[in-house]
């Protein structure tokens, strides 16, 4: 057995300086550990697979990430990890753990995940090896976990068993009260704009410093088609994972970071709005291109029609938060964001369709996320924000 300390002082002097996950009672000591260690940041994700997209966020800008999580959660965190960071090639230490392990005497929900969490690990093409629990374990186990993900640019997983680190008591901060966010609502009721003709409005509108994340499907065609820059990830699969990353990547970053997000994807990890509205990034705004339907699979009503995405934002404790649908409208509302306190969202509706000639990006993901490194990794601006003249 080690102690959440002994994993905490090995895990910090091999570079490990952001975690993440969502809980496990297994799991309860180190995390507990974590949370209680001011110098350390734990983000409480609403689900295992916004975990994963968020750790991969604080990787891009610059963090060596943990992911904490119940191998229940496994099933959760499948999509990011094989379409999230294995085509971008982005490594965490992955630790999830072992309900259900064949002949320990466990909950019957945990009995088939426990018969496949190390297959299932093995067939998303990760590395893994038994969490180290013993002391003279830990480092060498480190030193193996580093080099492995430095080698293949991979998560590499570690399971643990139940009872391999003591107990730990828990002092996190407390949650601090917020003064409620604004809301402006532009609504003009008329023709609704194309996305093409919000992202080239939105490219007008931003400098060259601020991080752009562009959702899964024709949001990040579109983008990448109308222009291509090194500030630009256009985050292929792992649906609904673009608002966690950009969650990861703000917390981690001085710059002005922008999430381009769609009503399907949103809807897919809503959780996620929660987690940015608690963890609260100033320097955050998600815009979300709500045009009822799933456009990139061939325009599926999704069930925005009845969603408030702006009440939801709002009452998930965005700073500010803005609807409408209309191109100038959207420009009103990108003019009131600039300089504002985040996070803030501006959900306009848009029409379905897509532009003619659509590309799609040429830069493979594995490129697109280390040259979006690099970019991060330059001389952070003193006052990053997105520049915007209303026409
Ligand atoms: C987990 C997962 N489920 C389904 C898909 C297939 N898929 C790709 S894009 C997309 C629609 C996304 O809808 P939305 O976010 O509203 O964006 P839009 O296509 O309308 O621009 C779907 C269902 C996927 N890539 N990943």
Known sequence: MITADDFIAHATRAGFDFYTGVPCSYLTPLINGVL??????????????????????????????????????????????????????IPTLFITT???????????????????????????????????????????????????????????????????????????????????????DVREGGARPTRSAVLQRFLDRTDEETAVVATTGKC??????????????????????ASGMALGVALNTARKVVVLDGDGAALMKLGALATIGAYAPSNLLHILLDNGVHDSTGGQATVSATVDFAGVALACGYAYVASCDSAAGFE????????????????????????????????????????????????????????????
Request: charged share 20%; net charge neutral.
């Open 36 to 89: 209680s260690d001011r110098a350390l940041r734990y983000v409480g994700a609403a689900s295992e697979g916004e975990a994963v997209a968020i750790a991969a966020g604080a990787w891009l800008a610059g963090r060596r990430t943990v992911v904490m999580c119940q191998n229940s959660g496994l099933g959760n965190a499948v999509n990011p990890l094989t379409s999230l960071n294995a085509p971008f090639a």
């Open 220 to 241: 990040g065609r579109e983008l990448f088609t109308l222009a291509d820059r090194p500030q630009h990830i256009y985050q292929v699969g792992s649906m609904g994972g």
């Open 332 to 391: 009103e509302a990108l003019a009131a964001c600039t300089g504002a306190s985040g996070p803030c969202l501006i959900h306009i509706r848009i029409a379905p369709g897509s532009m003619d000639r659509l590309g799609r990006p040429t830069v493979k993901p594995a490129e697109v996320a280390r040259r979006f490194k690099a970019f991060l990794a330059e001389t952070t601006p003193s006052a990053p924000r997105i520049a915007v003249t209303v026409s």
């Open 98 to 184: 072992w309900r259900g392990r064949p002949g320990e005497p466990d909950e019957p929900q945990h009995e088939v995940m426990g018969r496949i969490t190390h297959d299932l690990i093995g067939l998303m093409g990760l590395e893994q090896a038994d969490f180290p629990a013993q002391p003279d374990q830990l480092g060498p186990a480190f030193v193996h976990a580093v080099a492995r993900m430095e080698a293949t640019s991979h998560p590499f997983a570690w399971v643990l068993r139940k009872g391999e680190v003591a107990d730990a008591d828990l002092d996190q901060p407390s949650p601090q009260p917020r003064a409620p966010g604004r809301r402006e």
